[in-house]
């Protein structure tokens, strides 16, 4: 291997450049999927915006891969590649709320446990996903969905602003008002246009949920889908809720002798008035006996993090996804035969709504293509041992083929595996030629490669 000018960049750099020679290289370059086993060349954890100026000037100069990280949590592992550079920003997270704005801006590492945290003492919250662990930045350029959704929009739909590092290391800042197009293309284009360093969202008044799963028997399978249909087209919007299929967990809430067997979930977050949450969770309760519910007012950063037990770091993943405009009653059947087969406590099948707030931006508005879409569904195998990679993997293709005459030909890039390279442009319909041009702007020669690529 070539010798590159580590010191150089160590000179420049306020953060921690870690080389395989560093004690510290096993554990800085292990990613959240246990499956993803590679060894770049450098990982810098950067302190500030200068550092990342830094990298992406390191990896430009020499012709190395580069990989952005910043929760750590891409599927296919695009936080991470051999022999390039890694900017690591986990050690960017602070998060600055202006409560007077209502408004908040998070470091390009953040998670959502670190903007919750931030934002909840002052009783407001916006769209983030449905586990802490996740980064802030990664979750918003995909798109970002989660229990908010419907009622305030996707995570894109809330950002105000993002300042970029691009390609030529120059600091961008963008916005409605200022690189608009750029600004446009990271509000569902992924990682492809330059290291974000920090994001602004708008907030809204969300403190206490009314919230958690409740369990079915799985004979009850078609009848929940076909009432969720049905419920969630219509819902009032501060009802954020979505089907899963769950093997069910050794949690007391759940009768021990259900332990292990499979059951159909309904994970729902009630947003309104708390008061009110109760009779909002009454159809719940009618639509199928419950074998087990953990349900109740609880403060929203709780729930955000309810599921984080379940997947920690180091498991094995693969996932699949598509959208789905109608849930017709062949999908459900679809859902009925392949969703039973879930390997692993760990894994599961989720059809995130993304209808109300989230249909009122217009598919042009921002690079997130499919507004006309009502569902998210990602089938996530995720399991401890490595020994099963070929059969769980094997699952979630099986479900994914079934489904996929149901559902649209793209899917959520967030959700999306290495091997959906093909389905990029499908994923942006009309809006990819935009966002090509975007790319040829910023990144011609596309050193953000490691992504869902949008080439320039
Ligand atoms: C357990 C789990 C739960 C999830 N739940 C949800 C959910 O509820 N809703 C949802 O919408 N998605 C969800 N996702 C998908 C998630 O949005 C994507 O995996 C996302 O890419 C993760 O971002 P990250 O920063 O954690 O990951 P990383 O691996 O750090 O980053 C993934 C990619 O995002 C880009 N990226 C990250 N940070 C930056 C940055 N600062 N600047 C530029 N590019 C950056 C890069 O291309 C990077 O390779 C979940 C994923 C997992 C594993």
Known sequence: MRTLPIDELRGQA???????EDERYEDARRVYNAMIDRRPALIVRVANVGDVMAAVNFAREHGLDLAVRGGG?????????????????????????DPSASTARAEGGATWGDFNAATHPFGLATTGGIISTTGVAGLTLGGGIGYLARGFGLSIDNLVSADVVTADGRLVQTGEREHDDLFWALRGGGGNFGVVTSLEFRLHPVREIYGGPMFYELSEVENVLRFYREYIADAPEQ?????????????PFIPEDRHGDTLVA??????????????????????APVVAEFVGPMPYPALNAAFDGLLPPGLQHYWKA????????????????????????????????????????????????????????VI?????DPGQNEANIAWVRRYYDAIAPHSEEGGYVNFMAADDQGRIKANYKGNYDRLVAVKRAYDPDNLFHLNQNIAP
């Open 322 to 377: 598509s959208f789905v405009k109608e849930l017709t009653d062949e999908a459900i059947s679809a859902h009925a035969v392949h969703g039973p087969d879930v390997p692993a406590v760990n894994s599961t099948m989720h059809i995130y709504p993304i209808n109300g707030a989230a249909h009122r931006t217009a598919p042009g508005d921002t690079a997130f293509a499919y507004r006309d879409a009502n569902f998210a569904t």
């Open 239 to 251: 009802m954020g809720a979505f089907p899963a299929f769950q093997i069910a967990p050794p949690l």
């Open 14 to 20: 306020r953060g921690d450049v870690i080389s395989s």
């Open 266 to 287: 309904i994970v729902a977050c009630w947003a309104g008035p708390v008061a009110e949450g109760e009779k909002a969770f009454e159809p719940f309760h009618d639509v």
């Open 73 to 97: 949590h891409s599927v296919p592992g695009f936080g991470t590649c051999d022999d390039g550079v890694v900017i690591d920003l986990s050690g960017m997270r602070g998060v600055r709320v």
């Open 380 to 384: 996530a195998g995720v399991w401890p």
